[in-house]
């Protein structure tokens, strides 16, 4: 599963930046009820508020989580934010990866690896939150840590591109689209209402190498789960093959 939280804010003044917005055990809890609608095995979060924020989370949808911040410039700015994930599966290895870094003020975007152990097999989730600007250069940092790794490699995140941007296209020749490669009643309508609350459009992925993982189904989070950021909820079903 992948959601982009909004640091806890939930859906409220959706086109204001949610680090200005107030965060509340009720909307963490509202987070937390979203995922255990879909009782994922890993969630690869994005606009993670702190490492605390994804303890509270960890601890009211009684999963792990690992938390890697986005690089410490924005601290100068009074602020942090981040990624993590939430996982139930045996944790061998983590690591944080620069996708983008700004050298003058330190700021960018940070990947947050993992490898996990499922079925006898090692497989390496990589969870991005990539930023609107300079998308190549952080592909291609992408691209170069994939082929550093030992298969399978699995995207999950918020890539800031609608499934037609040209700055995904090299992906094709890696990894597919789980939503595409499930086709089901369930994969179409996400196709169609999109990750985006209120706006329509995608912008958050799971994408698997099709020769190694079949996926039996993808979709949004439950309606009453869809308003618990500006983002929807996205899951697939995958097995190894």
Same mark, same amino acid.
């Given at each position: 599963?992948?959601?982009?939280?909004?640091?806890?804010?939930?859906?409220?003044?959706?086109?204001?930046?949610?680090?200005?917005?107030?965060?509340?055990?009720?909307?963490?809890?509202?987070?937390?009820?979203?995922?255990?609608?879909?009782?994922?095995?890993?969630?690869?979060?994005?606009?993670?508020?702190?490492?605390?924020?994804?303890?509270?989370?960890?601890?009211?949808?009684?999963?792990?989580?690992?938390?890697?911040?986005?690089?410490?410039?924005?601290?100068?700015?009074?602020?942090?934010?981040?990624?993590?994930?939430?996982?139930?599966?045996?944790?061998?290895?983590?690591?944080?990866?620069?996708?983008?870094?700004?050298?003058?003020?330190?700021?960018?975007?940070?990947? %947050?690896?993992?490898?996990? *152990? #499922?079925?006898? =097999?090692?497989? +390496?989730?990589?969870? /991005?939150?990539?930023?609107?600007? @300079?998308?190549?250069?952080?592909?291609?940092?992408?691209?170069?840590?994939?082929?550093?790794?030992?298969?399978?490699?699995?995207?999950?995140?918020?890539?800031?591109?609608?499934?037609?941007?040209?700055?995904?296209?090299?992906?094709?020749?890696?990894?597919?689209?789980?939503?595409? %490669?499930?086709?089901?009643? *369930? #994969?179409?309508? =996400?196709?169609? +209402?999109?990750?985006? /609350?209120?706006?329509?459009?995608? @912008?958050?992925?799971?994408?698997?190498?099709?020769?190694?993982?079949?996926?039996?189904?993808?979709?949004?989070?439950?309606?009453?789960?869809?308003?618990?950021?500006?983002?929807?909820?996205?899951?697939?079903?995958?097995?190894?093959?």
């Amino acid at each position: 599963m992948t959601l982009n939280m909004r640091y806890g804010s939930g859906s409220d003044k959706i086109g204001d930046p949610g680090y200005d917005l107030p965060t509340s055990p009720r909307k963490l809890q509202a987070i937390a009820e979203a995922i255990r609608s879909v009782d994922p095995d890993i969630v690869a979060l994005q606009e993670v508020r702190n490492q605390l924020q994804a303890e509270n989370l960890a601890r009211l949808t009684g999963l792990n989580c690992v938390y890697a911040s986005h690089p410490l410039g924005y601290r100068l700015f009074f602020f942090e934010w981040g990624l993590a994930f939430l996982y139930r599966l045996e944790l061998a290895e983590t690591a944080g990866r620069s996708m983008l870094i700004d050298r003058r003020t330190g700021v960018g975007r940070t990947g %947050l690896l993992c490898r996990i *152990s #499922s079925s006898g =097999a090692m497989i +390496t989730f990589i969870n /991005v939150h990539f930023d609107h600007d @300079k998308k190549k250069s952080q592909m291609e940092n992408l691209l170069r840590i994939i082929e550093e790794l030992p298969p399978p490699v699995c995207l999950l995140g918020d890539f800031n591109c609608a499934p037609d941007d040209p700055h995904l296209t090299p992906l094709a020749s890696r990894v597919a689209d789980t939503c595409l %490669l499930a086709d089901t009643e *369930s #994969s179409r309508e =996400a196709l169609t +209402t999109g990750t985006l /609350v209120g706006k329509g459009g995608r @912008k958050d992925y799971i994408w698997v190498p099709p020769r190694c993982f079949s996926v039996r189904e993808a979709g949004l989070v439950a309606e009453p789960h869809r308003r618990v950021s500006d983002h929807i909820g996205y899951w697939a079903d995958i097995s190894l093959q």
